[in-house]
């Protein structure tokens, strides 16, 4: 199954992998026994504000175009009774029919500005993984940031947890760096070379991990098998 990048349903793909993968599971025997060897992976630069809903793929933001085109005259009067003053606002700078323009403005809006243009019986006409997708950027996304926790413990992940909160867990390592350059690593940059070049950040013990090269190894090539799709 192709998961979207990145989401909740990606990282639970990730925990998957990771414990399906016998590689992994010998080269990281004893990682976390004797000290805290969970992960906090920070997504940075993820390009909400200047990504609008129509610059999704097409699979994503064509369905919601569809749907909006195809509601009745009387769907988007009762709709549009209902619009908040940001979306009236992007309405006003469109031209057409008010099904064209609603359609348009909703396109148009960039993701982190949707809760401000959308209300329940409108995000109804939303398509559900689309729908599903923007609840998530509003929950998980501070400050373009992805806070993204990982539970490995004795060779398994043994959880893994988008944080709504990023102090809610304080793991013993964490790995930042920004969106582009987690996507490089998805197709197949090897994750010590991404830290040894600081394209991506690790906050921990760099002799802890040392002997576990191979499992840290494993660790990115595991996500570079999952069947991914990018958001951006």
């Known amino acids: 199954m192709t998961e979207w990048f990145p989401s909740s349903e990606w990282l639970a793909a990730y925990r998957r992998a990771l414990n399906a993968n016998e590689a992994y599971r010998t080269g990281s025997e004893g990682w976390g026994v004797d000290f805290d060897g969970d992960f906090l992976f920070e997504i940075t630069d993820v390009p909400v504000g200047e990504t609008t809903v129509g610059d999704l793929p097409d699979d994503l933001s064509d369905p919601l175009r569809e749907n909006v085109e195809s509601l009745s005259d009387d769907r988007v009067e009762e709709l549009l009774a209902g619009a908040p003053a940001a979306l009236e606002d992007r309405m006003a700078e469109r031209e057409g029919t008010e099904r064209e323009r609603l359609a348009g403005a909703l396109l148009s809006t960039p993701l982190e ?13 939303y398509p559900p993984d689309l729908d599903d997708l923007l609840d998530q950027f509003e929950r998980y996304v501070h400050d373009d940031t992805i806070y993204a926790y990982v539970d490995l413990y004795d060779g398994r992940c043994r959880e893994t947890d988008v944080l709504e909160d990023p102090s809610a867990r304080d793991p013993g390592f964490g790995l930042t760096g920004p969106y582009a350059h987690w996507k490089d690593l998805l197709e197949g940059t090897d994750v010590m070379q991404s830290i040894f070049s600081e394209n991506l950040e690790l906050d921990g013990s760099t002799t802890t991990i040392l002997p576990y090269n191979e499992a840290a190894e494993e660790l990115g090539d595991t996500a570079a098998r999952i069947e991914s799709r990018y958001l951006f």
């Open 113 to 125: 500005e949707t809760p401000a243009t959308t209300f329940p019986a409108l995000r109804e006409e």
